[in-house]
């Protein structure tokens, strides 16, 4: 029992410093429902692309392109209107949230 106490307190304690992080709670309102929580949803919301296993410095070189519209495959236009919502700052959170998926 006390152990399970011990479990169940350090989740806790991971779950208030995620919801703390920026980029975790940007990530699950705004990304989440295309990429899936863990990044590694692919479908065709997703673009067949898969986020999980990619390095933040790729995952912001690929935002910062989609912002200013220099990368992107076919369905890019989607990518490009969520990109232009995001200020430098967010898409370094993101990318710091997406490389540690
Ligand atoms: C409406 C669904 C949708 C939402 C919401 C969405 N994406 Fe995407 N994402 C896509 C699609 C579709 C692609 C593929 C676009 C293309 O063809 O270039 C993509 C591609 C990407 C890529 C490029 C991956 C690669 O390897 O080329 C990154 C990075 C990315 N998304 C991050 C994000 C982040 C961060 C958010 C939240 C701010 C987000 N996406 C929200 C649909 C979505």
């Known amino acids: 029992m006390k152990k399970l106490l011990i479990v169940l307190a350090i989740c806790l304690a991971f779950g208030v410093t995620a919801a703390f992080a920026d980029g975790t709670a940007l990530y699950d309102s705004k990304c989440a429902k295309c990429h899936g929580q863990d990044g590694a949803k692919v479908s065709g919301m997703s673009g067949g692309v898969m986020l999980k296993g990619q390095s933040a410095a790729d995952i912001q070189t690929k935002l910062l392109g989609y912002k200013a519209g220099s990368y992107g495959g076919d369905k890019k236009k989607t990518m490009m209107r969520m990109a232009d919502k ?5 898409i370094s959170d993101l990318a710091d949230h997406i490389g540690g998926l």
């Open 86 to 90: 995001l200020t430098e700052q967010e």
